[in-house]
């Protein structure tokens, strides 16, 4: 992954700019993700907390964005959505039954996948984390699990999301997206077409973005809900690309090593 192309290397690119996007957003409201990022405003020190947060999400997303520095963007994102994950793991014990917790601690840790994934993508080729890229990259199919099951136990109002203008309707597209969803997560998890799938998987979640999300800075500008439900999306757009990117190279460097045969029966 670290030596490839700009272009087939753009998920990286996408997920560090999410990242200072996100934290930009942060500066501007003084505030956490709103539903996402789950910091109580009865906490002491709320604002300065907030902004430094942010100030990580920037300086992880802009270093993460230089090859030389990388690793260490890479390892900032991984710390920081970790803890934004692991704040879910108290709600998720104390509201047993309400699975929007679970879906909520999942949607969070898909970005520590994708740190976790350029973590090991630039690290030494011999080492522990490079050997253990690929393992990693399979961890976003239980996050595509979850994107489905929220999708399915919250089915009454999802269709209210989709947009009313795109055929054939909005119920026609809240199974379709729930069905795409299970199917990426069997195909990552299996390795059966794995790459096509995380590569639709990640088209996807950016469709999300562009159709459900960002129309809403548009018809409610002044909401930091909506400002921060465009930042989130989009760095788990960027998580999916990331790991869209690592399994596509890991699939080519396996066809690349494995030798073919002539009929006679000898390598060539």
Known sequence: MVDRSLTSNLGRYVYGGAAILLGLIGFVWKDFATTWQRVAPTIPHHTA????????????GAVILLRRSARTGAAILTILYSIFALLWVPM???GAGVYGNWGNFFEEFS??????????AFSPVDSAWARKQALISRLFGICAISFALVHIVYFSGLPAWIPKWIPPGQKFWA????????????????????????????????GFELLVWAPKLF???????????????????????VVAD???????????????????????
């Not at 998890?189 to 996807?204: N, Q, V």
């Not at 409610?220 to 998580?239: K, L």
């Open 49 to 60: 907390l907030a902004c430094t947060a942010a100030f990580f999400e920037v300086a992880g």
């Open 92 to 94: 998720i014990f104390e």
């Open 111 to 120: 970005m520590v996948v994708a740190g976790l994934v350029l973590y090991a």
């Open 175 to 206: 199974v379709t997206t729930t069905v795409c969803f299970l199917l990426a997560a069997a195909a990552i998890l299996s390795g059966i077409l794995a790459p096509l799938a995380a590569r639709l998987l990640a088209a996807e979640i950016v």
């Open 219 to 241: 018809t409610a500008p002044h909401d930091h809900f909506s400002w921060a439900g465009n930042g989130i999306c989009m760095v788990i757009a960027g998580s999916a690309w």
């Open 246 to 268: 690592s399994i596509g190279a890991t699939s080519k460097r396996s066809l690349k090593d494995t030798p073919v045969y002539s009929t006679a029966g000898t390598a060539v």
